[in-house]
């Protein structure tokens, strides 16, 4: 057994300090990203924001903590309880697990030995694994809402059902383009496609992926444009009506990993990984460039995430058909005609910056849905109708 | 990859706990359905049985091991599927067993089958049925649901079918792995760096056909999908466009039932 562990030890502990660093960080970030989108509102809205718990508020995030896992546990009764308190687990742990083919740092080229900011490198379908993982993530939403036994919540898991299934297709659609284009699904060798010059950077030629992959990717997460699933205003507080204290917590802990996530591969995906311009090329420089590459993809990603937390107060909620029309009618259209650009470009070999054109799509498309809008408004309200005939055509937007 | 077992013990342990299973089923069934203690005893006994055999017949590596973690935890799930009454819980018992059995095949490095997997059944498929099935109403089961109408044939058909599944992938003239045709340029062979260079081509061809192996990346995969499985996947992707096309005609709503 020790002969063993000692053979297996120099890959071991690199997969431990890797998930030890995810476990570690998690709550952590949970807790103050709450205190950053607290602090950030605050100053969207032209207040203070929580500026009393110790040195600007920096404490407010621990007696939060505190505060929610001394609360009482309050169990209804009318719950079905199996699934009531599994649910929330479910919802962080998928959340979780799609982290372990997540890159967080500059993955070494040879990730044989030493720290490898990765918990399993060098899987051959990385992207696709964090796709179906996210997937799992409805599970959690749909069962607490279920479990809740009343009638708000389930509206909430239903609602999320929808959302989780129709932007699952743009997701998968938008990055097809860049999987073509680095030949692989693996992220770390997407990242290393975006190495060398500064223009290589994904966003710089599929521009239209970057918007697609963006919105779906939030619609995945259930943040505010897209939260119908927990819509206070609509729902009482959707799938999460029956949970307080700790369990509420795992819910909304699942949420920002989720919105860690995104912004993650937003950076790695299009904005060049951990590359830089003066800081490009292979990964095996020693621990002082790691740790600057590391600064790189984190400042990047905490870029991300700001802007991720400042649409929150910049777009108001869908519509529940707008939610779906946009899905249907503009993002999957948008997707499939990137893809078939990028097919065109590099069937012929033609110089993959062309793509940037795409982005006029979006103008085209915004055009098309702005017409439609007004014509809507200027009809009289018989005409402004739906036609019969298409399950789609209910969406006027 | 030594993927032909042909010593007779390791059949035999295969074959006898499928035997002891459909015997311990059909005990069970009878029992369940008398109410005969020792009828459902006897098929307990037999499905203890079943597993102990197998038990003692399998390899006993860390790799078997998870392998029967997998196994039972999928198994325990169709299980569930079957006999839950609230259709919510089968539906969790359907997702366990697809879950695990994408754990089976990222053990066996078939990454791609089981991401596929995972998304297609248990991302969306089985999300499907919960919305379906949050909608139905929470009734009494219906008796037709919970009886078994030909439990014999059932049994035995699924133990013929079994043995059949076995003797095959471990029998001395089981299925062979198909060796992909190296005449053709693309073929799901090995292929050196750049794959748009004529000389990897001409490199390829003049390797012997042993060895070709299939390869068991994602890569060698797609390749081998879209030369050696060509015409199979136009025929599904065709299949599918019609089938989308259905689902649009389905869906259309006579006029009459807008509001």
């Keep these: ?397 | 990859m030594d993927y032909q077992f042909t010593e007779p013990t390791w059949q035999l342990g295969m074959i006898t706990p499928i035997v002891l299973g459909a015997l311990a089923y059909l005990l069970l069934q009878h029992g369940v359905l008398a109410k005969s203690k020792q009828l459902m005893a006897a098929g307990v006994i037999s499905f203890c049985g079943a597993i102990v055999f197998a038990i003692g017949f399998a390899p006993s590596t860390m790799e078997s091991v998870m392998l029967m973690c997998f196994c039972s935890i999928a198994t325990a799930g169709g299980i569930s599927f079957l006999v839950a009454r609230e259709p919510v819980y089968a539906a969790l018992g359907f997702a366990t067993a697809v879950l695990s059995t994408c754990g089976i095949m990222f053990m066996q490095s078939a990454l791609f089958l089981a991401a596929a997997t995972m998304i297609v059944y248990a991302g969306a498929t089985i999300i499907i049925f919960l919305f379906v099935l949050m909608f139905a109403q929470q009734t009494q089961l219906r008796t037709y649901d919970v009886q078994l109408t030909h439990p014999v044939v059932a049994a035995a058909i699924g133990a013929v079918l079994l043995i059949t599944i076995t003797m095959c992938v471990t029998g001395a003239k089981g299925i062979k792995l198909a060796s992909p045709d190296a005449s053709r340029p693309y073929s799901g062979a090995v292929l050196p760096e750049d794959l748009r260079s004529s000389a990897a081509i001409d490199f390829l061809k003049t390797q012997p056909i042993e060895s070709m192996s299939v390869p068991g990346t994602t890569a060698g995969l797609g390749r081998s999908l879209y030369t050696d499985y060509l015409i199979a996947v136009e025929l599904a992707g065709a299949v599918l466009l019609v089938a989308t096309i259905g689902a649009i005609a389905l869906a259309q709503r006579p006029a009459e039932n807008l509001s």
């Design chain 1, 1 to 397: 057994m020790y002969d063993f562990l000692q053979q297996i030890w120099p890959t071991l502990w690199p997969t431990l300090a890797a998930i030890g660093v995810i476990l570690a960080f998690v709550p952590v970030l949970g807790l103050y990203m709450t205190f950053i989108e607290r602090k950030l509102a605050a100053y969207v809205q032209d207040r203070l924001g929580p500026n009393r718990v110790g040195p600007f508020g920096l404490l407010q995030a621990i007696a939060d903590a505190i505060k929610l896992f001394l609360k009482e546990q309050v169990i209804p009764d009318h719950v079905f309880k199996l699934l009531y308190f599994i649910a929330p687990t479910l919802s962080l742990m998928t959340a979780m697990f799609a982290l372990v083919v997540m890159p967080f740092g500059p993955v070494p080229t040879d990730y044989t030995s030493g720290f490898r900011y990765i918990v399993a490198p060098g899987i051959d379908i990385g992207i696709m694994m964090m796709i179906a993982i996210s997937s799992l993530s409805a599970y959690g939403i749909i069962l607490g809402g279920w479990a809740s036994n009343n009638k708000y919540s389930l509206y909430g898991a239903i609602r999320s059902c929808a959302q989780f299934i129709s932007y699952e297709i743009p997701l998968g659609l938008s990055i097809i383009g860049i999987v073509v284009a680095a030949g692989s699904l693996n992220i770390e060798h997407i990242v290393a496609a975006q190495g060398g010059d500064f223009w290589n950077w994904n966003i710089f030629w599929q521009p239209l992926a970057l918007i697609v992959f963006f919105t779906s990717a939030l619609a995945e997460t259930n943040r505010l444009p897209f939260d119908l699933p927990e819509c206070e205003q609509e729902l009482v507080g959707g799938f999460h009506t029956e949970y307080g204290g700790i369990k509420f917590v795992l819910f909304f802990l699942a949420e920002y990993t989720h919105v860690v996530t995104v912004s993650f591969l937003t950076a790695l995906l299009f904005f060049g990984g951990w590359h830089f311009p003066g800081l490009s090329g292979p990964v095996d420089a020693g621990l002082g460039g790691m740790l600057l590459r590391t600064f790189v993809l984190v400042a990047k990603v905490s870029m991300v995430v700001a802007f991720i937390m400042l649409l929150r107060w910049a777009l108001p909620r869908f519509r529940f058909d707008q939610l779906m029309g946009l899905a249907w009618k503009g993002l999957i259209p948008l997707g499939l005609v990137n893809l078939v650009c990028v097919a065109v470009v590099f069937t012929f070999d033609l110089p993959k910056h062309l793509l940037s054109f795409t982005a006029v799509f979006l103008f085209v498309a915004s055009l098309i849905s702005a017409r439609n809008l007004q014509s809507t408004i200027n009809m009289p309200r018989s005409a402004g109708r739906p036609k019969a005939g298409s399950i789609l055509s209910e969406v006027t937007v």
